[in-house]
C-alpha cells in the first residue's frame, strides 16, 4: 500500500554518517556520469535497480538493465550536460533538478538519430536503500516546451 510505504519513508530516521553517504555516493555518481564511466555508474546501485522514464513507463532493471540504459543515453546524447539547478538529499536519497542540452547523435528508444542540439528540463530522484547504502536505480521525469525535443526524447522521431 502505498500510504504505509510513504509513512515508512517520511519516519526514517536521520544519521549523520547515512546522510554523508548519501551525499557521497551522489557525488561518485555524478562524476562517473560526467566521465562517462558506466562501471562507476553501476557502483552506486543495488543490484535490483530500476530506471524508469516516468512519462512513458519504460524501465530498465538490475546492473545489466542500468548498463543498457546509460549505453543507450550515452550513445544516442555523446555529449550530455547535465546542469544542476536544484538538489535535495535526505534520508530518502537525492532529488535533482537540471538543466539538458545534447545533440541526438545516436538511436534513442528505438527512434533515429535527428542530429538535432535539444534542450529539456529533468527532475530526478535518486531512492536510497538505507541496508545497502545505494542507489536503487532513478526515477526521471523530463520536460520540454518543444514538440520535437519532446518527440525526440519519446522516441517517436
Request: charged share 25%.
Given at each position: 500500500?502505498?500510504?504505509?510505504r ?62 543498457a540504459?546509460y ?41 533515429a ?45
Amino acid at each position: 500500500m502505498a500510504h504505509e510505504r510513504i509513512l515508512q519513508q517520511l519516519r526514517r530516521p536521520v544519521s549523520v554518517d547515512e546522510y554523508r553517504e548519501i551525499r557521497e555516493t551522489w557525488k561518485r555518481h555524478s562524476i562517473a556520469e560526467d566521465a562517462r564511466d558506466i562501471p562507476g555508474l553501476i557502483s552506486t546501485l543495488t543490484d535490483d535497480c530500476v530506471y524508469e522514464l516516468m512519462e512513458s513507463g519504460r524501465c530498465w532493471e538490475g546492473h545489466v538493465g542500468a548498463t543498457a540504459f546509460y549505453r543507450e543515453l550515452l550513445g544516442a546524447f555523446p555529449h550530455i550536460v547535465f546542469d544542476l539547478t536544484d538538489i535535495v538529499i535526505g534520508p530518502q536519497g537525492v532529488c535533482e533538478m537540471a538543466d539538458v542540452t545534447g545533440t541526438n547523435l545516436g538511436s534513442w528508444l528505438g527512434g533515429a538519430a535527428t542530429r538535432r542540439s535539444v534542450r529539456w528540463q529533468v527532475v530526478i530522484l535518486f531512492p536510497w536503500d538505507s541496508q545497502a547504502w545505494l542507489f536503487t536505480g532513478e526515477k526521471v521525469w523530463s520536460h520540454s516546451d518543444d514538440p520535437d525535443t519532446v518527440a525526440i526524447l519519446a522516441g517517436a522521431i
